[in-house]
T-cell receptor
């Protein structure tokens, strides 16, 4: 079945860049997502990328996709304390009912 | 901006009791989902629902679980006889036809004692 893996924890200093990595197993994945979850809150979609793209940039966020290695990364430029949260990598496949398969989540701690 | 809402935000129940978690998806959305997140673990897919029937379900979604869209606005998840291991955050999501994004609600924290 589908599997999505992430490192559990990342600590960065305010103002530095953060890079959160993710690997997935399903070669038929069509959409790859990054969700943010703040403490006690729901899931906020940050950005997503189609599998036929290599890169997507959205303000401070840059998503890189290496489809050959099934590796996805999220770079946050100029990381702020408000970026402290858990970041989930996720994937779904076009067609069907598009259930989303989530990774384990990476807890990002931003040190002032 | 339209959003998915869920009630209650926190539900405490005793083992063996039935619970109903409620969701109001975004109006005009056609696809509905339930996910759960056990504390400290990943978010897991439970079930998807389209055209008034279950379209896909996971192994977790056994006979103790059921979903219903009783009217044009609500989408409910029922757990017939709760177990301790059902304690989790339950997220509802909805999606429009042709949209790539599932919109998640804030979640209901279920605590089974």
């Amino acid at each position: 079945g589908e599997d999505v893996e992430q490192s559990l924890f990342l600590s960065v200093r305010e103002g530095d860049s953060s890079v959160i990595n993710c690997t997935y197993t399903d070669s038929s994945s069509t959409y790859l997502y990054w969700y943010k979850q703040e403490p006690g809150a729901g899931l906020q979609l940050l950005t997503y990328i189609f599998s036929n793209m290599d890169m997507k940039q959205d303000q401070r966020l840059t998503v890189l996709l290496n489809k050959k290695d099934k590796h996805l990364s999220l770079r946050i430029a100029d990381t702020q304390t408000g970026d402290s949260a858990i970041y989930f990598c996720a994937e779904s496949t076009e067609g069907g009912y598009q259930k989303v398969t989530f990774g384990t989540g990476t807890k990002l701690q931003v040190i002032p | 901006e339209p959003e998915v809402t869920q009630t209650p935000s926190h539900q405490v129940t005793q083992m063996g009791q039935e619970v109903i978690l409620r969701c109001v998806p975004i109006s005009n959305h056609l696809y509905f989902y339930w996910y759960r997140q056990i504390l400290g673990q990943k978010v897991e897919f439970l079930v998807s629902f389209y055209n008034n029937e279950i379209s896909e379900k996971s192994e977790i979604f056994d006979d103790q679980f059921s979903v219903e869209r009783p009217d044009g606005s609500n989408f409910t998840l029922k757990i017939r006889s709760t177990k301790l291991e059902d304690s989790a955050m339950y997220f509802c999501a909805s999606r429009d036809r042709g949209d790539d994004e599932q919109y998640f609600g804030p979640g209901t924290r279920l605590t089974v004692t």
